[in-house]
């Protein structure tokens, strides 16, 4: 994107009428984005005029996705700053003026249509397969005429009244010029009947009475690109820059992606346990790219690399399976030990392993020690209280032929861990190299493999086939614990050898 001679100007301006999704939340990347590598300012700006479908807890939604993702704002509805207000709802004597104004001028008209009337319209094009749109009934009404509606108690609303001739020209950053026959475009409404103005109104002002240079937007603004551009001719207001956002597909590619597919709340994401930090990361690819080769970026890094004019025109897929690879490539390599800790604490706290745990009691120590053994097998942090249940308290409950490895005897079995439980009583299970190795040893006078080993001591200190490395586990889980996890394990096996010799 070229540079202007003004500063750079840029709005996320969601609707609050719902949770903030994936593709809204990919617009408002893009947009800081460039706003922080043109030292611009980055305005949130509330579109609450659709006061149907408005949710209040829709605004804490957006303004918390946003901030779960680091993208901060520089003036906003809790911020304030010099063109406010932020919420569209507390500008309506401004959308008024300007309505009022294209009245006069011309360049807008009064309709008293009712619904019933507009619905049997649409249905009268339909039969004869015409395109649809608003036939102009009001636009000519006369002066007597509309005062007869209006002492009917009707309540008009405001269109716009496009040019009946010639074309307008539309220029978007990614997709270049598109020329529109005027006659092909229908008189949009402005100014509803309940005194709100609609997204043709009211953005086109705001955007011009906030000073936007540039508008990144999604790509269903597209077929009333056109208007909008009318919009400003009409005022007489130079354009800014418009960047419509590509299409995101779901994962079959098959339609706008959709809820049941990956489109969920931005929020849910942070419930389940991704890091914004990947968020951030594979969002920022669903439509970009920087090279045939780097897939790894950061906030800072998309400052510096992060290109608008290379966004793709084209609509792109959403990897569910590509998002989940980088959130366990940020848990597994990228986030510090401490740092992932912490993120996993909530998680561990909610399900009842731990207490506060406050950084340096033997509570986080272990919580942090459990961590760093389990993070590669980790995908999304709500996943750690299943991973880690067995370090804080008492293994998984096992029946004890799980303890019995296949081609492996009771008998051999109880054996060895007798001879286990003797080892782990006289070397403790800090040194695990000499753990293993002495291990080893008896495994070899017994006649067993390693795994023949290694899994009944496995299942008695977690009660599963599978955990961390061993040794590993035992030291966290420690000494005096181990030795009591083998001590039910023996007990269990003895029970049911004993069972076995009586049949």
Known sequence: MNETSNRVRVRFAPSPTGDLHVGGVRTALFTWIFARQHDGDF????????????QETSIESITESLCWLGLDWDEGPDIGGPVGPYFQSERLDIYREHANWLLENGHAYECFCSSERLDAVRREQQANKQPPGYDRHCRNL????????????????????????????????????????????????????????????????DDFMMGITHV??????????????????????ELPVFVHMPLI?????????????????????????????AMVNYLALVGWAYDDREEFFSLSDLIEKFSIEKVSSSAARYNFDKLLWFNQHYINHTIELDDLTRRSLPWLQEAGLIGDAPEGSSEYALARDAIALI????????EAPELTSFFFGEPDSYESDLLIPKK???????????????????????DEE????????????????????????????????????????????????SLERLDQAIKKLSQSALVETAD
């Open 408 to 430: 492996t005897e009771a008998a051999t079995v109880l054996t060895a861990l007798d001879r286990v439980r003797e080892i782990v009583a006289e070397l403790g299970v800090e």
């Open 142 to 205: 006369t002066g007597e005429q509309r005062q007869e509606y209006r002492d009917q108690g009707v309540t008009p609303v405001v269109r716009l009244a496009v040019p009946l001739e010639g074309s307008t020209t539309v220029h978007d950053l990614l997709r270049g010029e598109t020329v529109y026959e005027n006659r092909t475009l229908e008189d949009a409404v402005l100014m509803k009947s309940d005194g709100f103005p609609t997204y043709h109104l009211a953005a086109m002002v």
């Open 43 to 54: 305005l949130l700006r509330i579109e609450d005029t659709d006061r149907r479908r408005f």
């Open 249 to 277: 597909l779901n994962p079959d590619g098959k339609g706008k992606l959709s809820k049941r597919q990956g489109a969920a709340s931005t929020l849910m994401y942070k419930q389940d346990g991704y890091l914004p930090e």
């Open 216 to 237: 990144t937007r999604g790509p269903e603004w597209i077929p009333s690109f056109p208007l909008h551009v009318l919009i400003y001719q009409a005022f007489g207001w």
């Open 375 to 382: 993070k590669d097998k980790m995908k999304v942090l709500k």
């Open 434 to 481: 000499a753990l293993e190795g002495r291990l080893r040893t008896v495994a070899d006078e017994l006649g067993l493999k390693a795994g023949q080993m290694f899994m009944p001591i496995r299942v008695a200190l977690t009660g599963r086939t599978v955990s961390p490395g061993l040794f590993e586990t035992m030291k966290v889980v420690g000494k005096e614990r």
